[in-house]
C-alpha cells in the first residue's frame, strides 16, 4: 500500500531564512506521480507541483525548488528567503499510476510558521 | 477560466440526517474526486468520478456515496450523518489521471 511521511509537525522560522520540507513515501508501483500541495488559513489546497516517478530532475519555481530523489523516496520542498506569506500547512501526497483512478495519497502536513 | 466551486461552504446538520454536497468541476475537466480532512484523520480519500463513472472509492462506509452528472459536475451524499462525520469535505478536478487535481474551497460539515 502507498504511504506518505512528512515527519516534521511543525516548523517555525524567520522571515528570509530558508526552509525545507521532508517528504518519504512508499510505494509499489514504478509509475507514479508525487505532488506538493499548500493550505493556507482559508482552507483551500493549492496546487505546487507534479512529478513524474521517472523524472529526478530538479525543479525550481522562484523562491521554490524540489528535490526528488528516487534512491532514498524522498520528495523534499525547499523554500528559499521565506516570507510571512508562506505560512501554511504543506502537504505532500503521491498518486499510483496501476489500477486507473485518481486517488491523491497525503501526508499528514507540515505547518510551516513565518515569523517578522 | 473559473476554478473547482463546491456548494454550500458551511452546513450544520444533526445526527441521523443526510446531506448533499455539490462540485462543479474547472471546465473541460472530467475528473472529480472527494477527500474528507479531519484534524484526527488527515486528508483522506472518498472517492473519483471520471465520464459518469466512479472509477475509485476509499475506505468509507456505504453510508458515503457520489455521483457524476453528464456535465461533470458531482454531488456527495452522506446518509444518517454520525458526529464523526464532521469535517471539511474537499472536492478536486482534474483532466485525466494522468494530470494534477485542483480542489475547491471544502464544504465544512458539523453534525451535532
Known amino acids: 500500500a502507498q504511504k506518505v511521511t512528512q515527519v516534521q509537525t511543525e516548523i517555525s522560522v524567520v522571515e528570509k531564512e530558508d526552509v525545507t520540507l521532508d517528504c518519504v513515501y512508499e510505494?509499489?508501483?514504478?509509475?507514479?506521480?508525487l505532488f506538493w500541495y499548500k493550505q493556507p488559513p482559508s482552507g483551500e489546497l493549492v496546487f505546487l507541483i507534479r512529478?513524474?516517478?521517472?523524472?529526478?530532475q530538479n525543479e525550481i519555481s522562484g523562491r521554490y525548488s524540489w528535490n526528488f530523489q528516487k534512491s532514498t523516496s524522498s520528495f523534499n520542498f525547499t523554500i528559499t528567503a521565506s516570507q510571512v506569506v508562506d505560512s501554511a500547512v504543506y502537504f505532500c501526497a503521491l498518486s499510483e499510476r496501476t489500477g486507473g483512478g485518481n486517488k491523491l495519497t497525503f501526508g499528514t502536513g507540515t505547518q510551516l510558521k513565518v515569523e517578522l | 477560466k473559473a476554478g473547482v466551486t463546491q456548494t454550500p461552504r458551511y452546513l450544520i446538520k444533526t445526527r441521523g440526517q443526510q446531506v448533499t454536497l455539490s462540485c462543479s468541476p474547472i471546465s473541460g475537466h472530467r475528473s472529480v474526486s472527494w477527500y474528507q480532512q479531519t484534524p484526527g484523520q488527515g486528508l483522506q480519500f472518498l472517492f473519483e468520478?471520471?465520464?459518469?463513472?466512479?472509477?475509485n472509492k476509499g475506505n468509507f462506509p456505504g453510508r458515503f456515496s457520489g455521483r457524476q452528472f453528464s456535465n461533470s459536475r458531482s454531488e456527495m451524499n452522506v446518509s444518517t450523518l454520525e458526529l464523526g462525520d464532521s469535517a471539511l469535505y474537499l472536492c478536486?478536478?482534474?483532466?485525466?489521471?494522468?494530470?494534477?487535481?485542483?480542489f475547491g474551497p471544502g464544504t465544512r460539515l458539523t453534525v451535532t
Open positions: 478536486a478536478s482534474s483532466l485525466s489521471r494522468d494530470h494534477e487535481q485542483y
Open positions: 510505494t509499489r508501483d514504478t509509475t507514479y506521480y
Open positions: 468520478y471520471f465520464s459518469e463513472t466512479q472509477r
Open positions: 512529478r513524474n516517478s521517472f523524472d529526478e
